[in-house]
Nanobody
Framework: QVQLVESGGGLVQAGGSLRLSCAAS????????MAWFRQAPGTEREFVAG????????YYSDFVRGRFTISRDNAKNTVSLQMNSLKREDTAVYYC????????????????????WGQGTQVTVSS
């Protein structure tokens, strides 16, 4: 069982930056592929960014590529999402997700591929 706790959300003006963090309570954090998803009111949960278990491979949705950066620290059991050049349409609840995959080539972008989820953190971008 893995517990995930997100932090770092808040209110920011368009064009600004935020850094989200997700802390995982497991001794085997390095065995998990990690990802960030988001969900705005009335919409489906959508993939934002993912990182392989080693941190060597990262992948992004088209709408955040070039603006967001995902990273992980296996020594600290954390995964982060640096969000720059934020837009109003980035407003959503952001969720951290974990899946026990050791394949470096894995690129999970569907919510049902992930076994564990955090409670979410709200990001609101104002104009």
């Amino acid at each position: 069982q893995v517990q995930l706790v997100e932090s770092g959300g808040g209110l920011v003006q368009a064009g600004g930056s935020l850094r989200l963090s997700c802390a995982a309570s497991t001794r085997t954090f390095s065995y998990y592929a990690m990802a960030w998803f988001r969900q705005a009111p009335g919409t489906e949960r959508e993939f934002v960014a993912g990182v392989s278990w080693s941190g060597s491979n990262t992948y992004y949705s088209d709408f955040v590529r070039g603006r967001f950066t995902i990273s992980r620290d296996n020594a600290k059991n954390t995964v982060s999402l640096q969000m720059n050049s934020l837009k109003r349409e980035d407003t959503a609840v952001y969720y951290c997700a974990a899946d026990p995959r050791s394949d470096e080539r894995y690129r999970g972008t569907q919510a049902d591929e992930y076994d564990y989820w955090g409670q979410g953190t709200q990001v609101t971008v104002s104009s």
